[in-house]
């Protein structure tokens, strides 16, 4: 055995930078790898962190990319069964003991499969040592044959890979992508999609087991431990005692070499059609994907290493050179240019539905113009310092983070270096802009391989390579010269800048939470709270969020255009500026995707986070989306056309059904399905326009709220010059505001419904609603709703790993609706056609045991520690700290005292399960809703 202690080169970007190694987010060099007479390897990465739980993988270098023709998705039912039970553990997801007893969550075993590499996770918390032997154990099982093969079992996880498979919207839409690949490598056989169904069901046993014996071979595999470990010499010598006794079998197999087929292979045209989608009137225009293979198009006078650190960067700003030439509105084409995650080569997509050969042409002219003109210096700038700020911001004290970098370079199969990392620190910024211009001339953009993806109903001899290779060689031979899109320093001009004075404060007092409850003299309300969040995605944003109670419901019981105006806006822009000016102008800010401004039913908002250096342009926009809204008819056009290629992505199954069961139970709000895009159609421009104007005319209705580390004295004369200039206009409309729960509301009778689809779809929808009404104190009631919710879904899984049903993901959600004073529980899940009704049966079923019988004390107890909290749990987060005072100033919720939470959430029993679960399920507001094609 051999043991190495080194510095771990997993990203090369981290070490380009010449970190100290002595700060907080830098790595230390105590990374311990091992490989054990068998073969099998280990990494060991201790790290100093408060993190509360330590990181545990079993990853087995072989995925679908090892598949035969005959073992369609074989490696992906595996991933399944290892996790369900070996010969030890034979019950691991229905068995509510054995997560309970270290305190875990249901997903804290989660697995993975990919092309080249199969992955075993396993978490548990620090101070459960002992969890790491059962940890180590299920991953000896899986390594030494003991998978049990169980009939039922083997078939129950085929019906759910084929749920899976079809609960990601329309189950065609990658089809012909697959197929580009499958033909570019050799590797991963695919059905057609109406054989998908046939072809996973009849893989048999044999082939199951023969897949399994050839791959899950000690050799093959590497356990990894991450976390904030105390003894890695006790953890190391734990896995050689359950390990280094591991025998290879005597017959082993040559692994595909996908990646050596392709890079091997004579260039490629091909030629696909694409499946039929669901909704035949938004089918797709015609895709070309071009390819160029990574040793081509390498920079010579670089390494491997560096080339992939510098193209990963460069095909970043090559997309954006790409989009640039798409800043127009009403262009019929969308480009995408990356690369590749299946193959060694970089990606160049191009969807158009008109032109072909023209726009072919168009886009090579920019990528020409690249190789003859270069990168301006401001580009080149931001190419260094966005690997400079990527390197910064990966916290190296993250277990997370640790194990991402040990997936890359396994599943991979890099070798791991540990040479040479001191000659390459710092290459990218003594790296000179006409260096790598100079470079860029050498370029050949004339691709390796290219594909066309073409409609199902299209002739295949429209195009050659011939043809396309004609319209590449013209593109680059009229290079166009980028002429970037100018953008200004402020979005309103010098002279409006100056008319706007700071509005003066006319209240201010303290509130519940200590924080600042501001009344400005147009009558507009800001509520501030700074403090240092301690952790979370936006510790170190300002999070900004505005409302008013006055939304869609203010033209109609349900008004589309009211709905979708702030889209139309954001698609438009604002002020003097349409959105390509704009978004240039955000690019280089912390809100590139400037704000979500939004209309609900009964409210009227916009979310933003930002840092403190962007408030005042951040607050530009808020200030210009509510006082001038651009009228440009060409760009409403835009916007439609937008929502069409949308309309590919969310017409599905799923979406289509969420806005039937929204309509049955009285939900209201924007569709998420077909819908949408057919209501897109009949929206009149003008009226959506003054609809949104009328929504935002008025001070006086809004309420901001700004949480994060940020200066009082800093940030105020901004809201005053900004917010405190927003108009009441006169003649505004006059609604109601939403109801509340004094205006007692009633909560509705349930009923039964049917959903057709109007398309076929392989699987049956259901949706079972119980809504009752809200009681205080609000903390309790979420309390009681989270931890029922929880034991209502451990209850559902059993359908899948006990009762063997064709249901991938049963889902339990729980949502309070202030505005009718009601709390909904709802199982959502998909089935199989030939199971739907016995699934029906078995929910119905887990509904009545949790109101008839006591659940035991270590159901609970996984119960518990899979419920979320962050409200009570999580004040320390800045977006924790926003939803509190957003509930205490839009609903009245009370201050909430954590610890008084805290105690009840761990006082709460078996009794008060039960008590909850009969409040909550009551028949005479039950809503059993079901979809499908029949």
Known sequence: MQKIIFILLLGISQVFFGQNLQNKNSFKSDVIIGELENGLQYVIKP?????????????????????????????????????????????????????????????????????????????????????????????????????????????AEKKAIYQERLQGGDPNQNYADWKVISQLTGCYEIPKPENVESTLMHTSLEDLKRFYQDWYRPELMVISVVGNIEDTDVIEQKIKNKFGSLKNPAEKFQKKDCEGVYLNSENQFIVQKNAPVLNSETEPGNIFQFFYRNPRLYLKKFTEEENKIIWNSLAKHIKKRLKSDEENYNINYQTNFFRSDDIPALKLSILTTDNELKTIERVFKVLGGISKYGFTKKEWNSIKNELISNNRRIDYSSSQVWMDLIKHSVEDLKKLEVSGINNRRGFLQTLELNKINSILKDIDWKPDDIAVIIPPNEQENIFSRKLIEKSIKKGLSEPKKYQPLEAPENLIGTKELSNLKPANIVERKFGDYNEDVIVLENGLKIILKNFRPEAGRYKDKIMVHGFSPYGASCFGPFDFEAFISPFIVKNIGVGEFNKFVINKRLSSTSIPFGVRDYVEQYETGVKAEAA????????????????????????????????????????????????????????????????????????????????????????????????????????????????????????????????NKNDSQPIGKGNNANFK??????????????????????????????????????????????????????????????EYNRKTMEIFLQSSKSDFEKVLESSLNYVEELKTELVSENFLKSVKNSSYLPKWQQQYRNKSMRINLYNHYRYNIPYLDSAEAEGYFNEFDSNDLLKVAKEYFNSKSKWVLTGGYD
């Open 47 to 155: 790290i100093e962190s408060n993190e509360s739980k330590i990181h545990t993988g079993l990853t087995v270098k072989a995925g679908s990319f090892q598949e035969n023709a005959d073992q369609y998705n074989i490696a992906h039912l595996l991933e399944h069964l290892a996790f369900n039970s070996t010969e030890n553990f034979p019950d691991m997801r229905n068995e509510a003991k054995f997560l309970s007893q270290f305190h875990m969550e249901a997903m804290d075993l989660t697995a993975h499969v990919g092309g080249t590499a199969t992955r075993y996770l396993f978490r548990y918390p620090k101070e459960q040592t002992i969890a790491l032997d059962t940890a180590l154990s299920i991953y000896r099982d899986i390594a030494s044959g003991k998978l049990i093969f169980d009939k039922k079992a083997v078939l």
């Open 612 to 739: 403190s250096e962007d408030m005042e342009i951040l607050l530009q926009l808020l200030f210009l989306s509510f006082t001038d809204p651009r009228f440009d008819k060409e760009a409403f056009e835009d916007w439609k056309l937008q929502e069409k290629y949308k309309s590919k992505r969310i017409t599905n199954a799923n979406n289509d059904f969420i806005d039937f069961k929204n309509r049955e139970v009285g939900i209201t709000k924007i569709p998420q399905g077909g819908n949408r895009y057919y209501n897109s159609l009949e929206v009149d421009y003008t009226q959506a326009l003054k609809k949104y104007k009328q929504l935002h005319s008025r001070a006086k209705d809004f309420t901001f709220i700004l949480t994060g580390d940020f200066k009082k004295n800093e940030i105020l004369p901004l809201l005053q010059k900004y917010l405190g200039n927003l108009p009441n206009k006169k003649g505004t409309i006059n609604c109601k505001r939403s109801p």
């Open 757 to 818: 689809l109007p398309y076929k779809a392989d699987n049956k929808l259901l949706s079972i609603q119980y809504a009752t009404p809200l009681n205080s104190p609000f903390f309790k009631e979420e309390i009681d709703a989270e931890i029922l919710k929880q034991a209502l879904g451990l209850k559902l899984i059993k359908m899948r790993y006990k009762e063997k049903l064709g249901v991938y993901f049963p889902l339990a959600t729980r949502k309070f609706d202030q």
